[in-house]
């Protein structure tokens, strides 16, 4: 494919992008910025930063559990205000977990740990279900590979090896 044609697939694409989001059925509100981030963009780290979590909890390493723990806070936060389609009671069901996982954190208490990202987990279902959403479930990841590039450990221990 020549130059030209790929700057004409590129268009064309991008364009089909743009629509994308304006037909969006969560259209993000009027007092946003422009450059107001995607609901999935937002969703899609909260994902992240849960798995995230959920891998430097059960490494017992709670200053990057508390880290992940602010920024997935942080999003849920960023889509409750870019998006007031999302109704403000399903975020603020979310309050309660999360208090519950910042106190396992602080306590460094490996089995409420567990117990609150399930009910945190369970929180970001309901709001998934409620709207139209419940093809998108989220579990607590069992076993498995973390993401392969970072090193869940606290650095001390890390450093002993
Ligand atoms: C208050 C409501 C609400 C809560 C709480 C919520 N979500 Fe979502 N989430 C949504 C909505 C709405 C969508 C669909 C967005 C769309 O289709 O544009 C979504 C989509 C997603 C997606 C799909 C993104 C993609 O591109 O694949 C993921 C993953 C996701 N959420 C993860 C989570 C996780 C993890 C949590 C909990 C830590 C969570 N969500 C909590 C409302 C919520």
Excluded at 88 to 116: C, H, I, Q, W
Excluded at 125 to 136: D, E, K, P, V, Y
Excluded at 141 to 160: C, L, V
Aim: proline share 7%; aromatic share 6%.
């Amino acid at each position: 494919m020549t130059l030209k044609n790929w700057c004409v697939v590129l268009a064309i694409s991008a364009s089909a992008v743009t629509s994308a989001i304006a037909q969006s059925s969560f259209p993000p509100s009027p007092n946003a910025k422009q450059d107001a981030p995607r609901l999935v963009e937002v969703m899609s780290m909260a994902q992240l930063q849960h798995l995230k979590l959920w891998y430097a909890g059960k490494a017992k390493n709670w200053d990057l559990a508390a880290y992940e723990l602010r920024q997935l806070t942080n999003s849920l936060a960023e889509a409750a205000i870019f998006y007031p389609a999302i109704p403000v009671s399903n975020v603020t069901t979310m309050k309660e977990p999360l208090l519950s996982v910042a106190d396992a954190v602080a306590a460094g208490d490996d089995r409420k740990f567990a117990a609150s990202m399930r009910m945190l987990t369970e929180g970001c279902n309901a709001c998934h279900s409620s709207m139209g959403r419940g093809f998108i479930a989220i579990g607590v990841p069992t076993g498995g590979q973390p993401p392969a590039n970072q090193i869940f450990s606290p650095s001390g221990d890390s450093r002993k090896k």
